[in-house]
Nanobody, 121 residues
């Protein structure tokens, strides 16, 4: 079981990126799925979480109003639209199951390779 993240890159402050999370061997529609990130020298933190049917979303305070999580269960994919990016958003971004109603990791599946997001002028 593995989730594969993509869509990262190098952007300037204020620009946007859209991350994608695709599943291999796991049907995402049964699970709340979230995005997490880990900056150099820092612990991994929850960024956002979307319920299995997409009806409920949660965000870390640091990204509220700038990031939007969504999902397309027909494509077995979860997205993270990131607007107005800041240098402090620089991190490796991961997707995994999250605890509904929070941005906490649900302890599965194991972390993938993530996708690097770098925001720099």
């Amino acid at each position: 079981l593995q989730l594969v993240e993509s869509g990262g890159g190098l952007v300037q402050p204020g620009e946007s990126l859209r991350l994608s999370c695709a599943a291999s061997g796991l049907t995402l529609r049964y699970y709340a799925i979230g995005w997490f990130r880990q900056a150099p020298g820092k612990e991994r933190e929850g960024v956002s979480c979307i319920s299995s049917n997409g009806g409920n979303t949660n965000y870390a305070d640091s990204v509220k109003g700038r990031f939007t999580i969504s999902r397309d269960n027909a494509k077995n994919t979860v997205y993270l639209q990131m607007n107005s990016l800041k240098p402090e958003d620089t991190a490796v971004y991961y997707c995994a199951a999250c605890r509904p109603g929070s941005t906490r990791y649900a302890d599965f599946p194991s972390w993938g390779q993530g996708t690097q997001v770098t925001v720099s002028s």
